[in-house]
């Protein structure tokens, strides 16, 4: 990068131009933005289940809900780390860093026995979580409108 000099008044002798080029810094701002857009629905929470169906307003939390999954075979999962349903509790009180008043949502599978979520939901209850709720997908009805 070179400066314009104050004796250099010939129109023919070229001067050295001190502008910063900004259009490869717009490409690669819009190449990132395109990048993160793509892969912020890849980072959701919690594993895949086959949720079930219920007609059901979203909910809306100032902070994101700590996410406890029960699979098909009966395991517990907060957010992606699985846990045994022993150390349910103790895995939520470090993953909640002791916020009682977090939002915890319980998902479970379809074909996972009703008793088995009610459990962990009472367990999650007892332990002084009081913000626990389930979730569900809304039916393909229900969507389209």
């Known amino acids: ?18 502008e910063i080029n900004v259009t490869p810094l717009v490409d690669v701002m819009l190449v990132l933005l395109i990048v ?16 079930p169906k219920a007609n059901a307003k979203p909910l809306t939390d100032p902070k994101p809900p700590l996410v406890v999954s029960l699979d098909a ?43 088995k979520v009610v459990e962990t939901m009472g ?4 332990a002084g979580f009081n913000k626990v709720a389930l979730v569900s997908e809304a039916p393909k009805s229900a969507s389209a409108q």
């Open 1 to 18: 990068m070179g400066a314009k000099l104050a004796g250099n008044t010939n129109p023919l002798v070229p001067s050295a131009v001190s």
């Open 36 to 51: 993160f857009m793509v892969a912020a629905p890849l980072m959701a929470t919690g594993i895949n289940v086959d949720l």
């Open 73 to 115: 075979a009966g395991k517990v999962y907060i957010d992606k780390t699985p846990v045994g349903a022993s150390g349910l509790l103790v895995a939520l009180q470090a993953a909640s860093g002791g916020d009682h008043e977090r939002h915890i949502h319980v998902k479970g599978d379809r074909s996972i026995a009703y008793g």
């Open 123 to 126: 367990q999650i209850s007892d």
